[in-house]
């Protein structure tokens, strides 16, 4: 998997390639079928495929102070791509220059001429160019003049309603990781570097891997059964907290593991932590030993959900 930026020169070898062009937050089943159907079409043309994304969301760059709401990294998004057969992932920074170029300038300029595209595969609702004036129509009539070929899928549909990021935002934040997890076809996922804690969770009986969420969307708070995968492949099980601890008075949010069975050192490693199920909200509890009295009971309920 090659991973290009949309401001540098086209490699001679992925010119001509198809490119699956969209935002792909998530890369849940609409996003699937959309990368899908343009794998598909290069295999039936013998042509490399590409699978576009944009960084920052556009959502990022008109509303800055938008809470946080991201699904995927650009990491993980390459290795997603990578998984489902595509050459190359294409990122486009997105920046005032793409925020004001015009559709067809899109199309002739960046599409045509700087990257070679000869194919564009995108969803029905894909909205491109200067004040979003380009759409699935507007592609198809312009690749047209340019060489460029273009189709579209329709949604994905899931229970009488299309899949989409939004919804599984709104699965997470209320802790429905089983929806959630239906419509990415894979639990949620958190990868970041573990920071240093004050060592309260080690000094419970309970030592935790703790990361910040920076960008990703927030789930409810609350304890989750989860699957840690470390930097060197490894995977574990464990259980996490997501919150701000209450019974301690302390503000800030953190996703603090405790991974079963396991003993070392995490600090400053990145690992990937997939919320398996949800098991109980946050709560504040009268006394520590209550805490811990109920945190042996989440990991007792987390063991059991996990499985051996």
Do not use: C
């Not at 699978?51 to 809470?67: G, I, L, Q």
């Amino acid at each position: 998997m090659i991973r290009l930026s949309h401001d540098q020169p086209m490699p001679e070898s992925l010119r001509g390639s198809v490119v699956a062009l969209g935002n792909f937050d998530g890369f849940h089943l609409g996003h699937q079928a959309v990368v899908n159907r343009a794998i598909a079409l290069g295999f039936h043309e013998r042509r490399p495929v590409i699978v576009a994304t944009f960084d920052p969301h556009p959502v990022r760059f008109f509303k800055p102070d938008v809470p946080p709401f991201r699904l995927t990294s650009l990491d993980q998004r390459e290795r997603l791509f990578a998984h489902a057969g595509a050459d190359g992932m294409l990122v486009f920074g997105f920046d005032k220059a793409l925020a004001t170029t015009s559709a067809e300038d899109f199309v002739s300029d960046v599409l045509a001429k700087r990257l070679g595209v000869a194919a564009v595969v995108t969803g029905t609702d894909f909205t491109f160019g200067r004040g979003r004036a380009g759409n699935a129509e507007t592609m198809s009539e312009l690749g047209k003049a340019h060489g460029i070929d273009a189709e579209t899928v329709a949604p994905v549909i899931l229970d009488g309603e299309p899949v989409s990021s939004s919804r599984i935002r709104q699965a997470l934040a209320a802790g429905d990781t089983a929806s959630a997890t239906h419509l990415l076809t894979r639990p949620f996922a958190v990868e970041a570097v573990v920071q240093r804690g004050d060592g309260r969770g080690h000094d419970l009986g309970f030592p935790t891997a703790n990361v910040s969420l920076g960008r990703y969307q927030r789930p409810a708070y609350g304890i989750y059964a989860v699957r840690v995968r470390l930097d060197d492949g490894s995977e574990h099980s464990g259980a996490a907290s997501f919150g701000v601890r209450p019974t301690f008075e302390e503000g800030e949010e953190y996703l603090e593991t405790y991974i079963f069975d396991w003993d070392g050192d995490l600090y400053g490693r990145t690992i990937e932590t997939d919320l398996v199920a949800f098991i109980r909200p946050e709560k504040k509890f009268d006394s520590v030993d209550a805490l811990v009295e109920r945190m042996r009971e989440d990991e007792a309920e987390a063991r059991r959900l996990l499985g051996p």
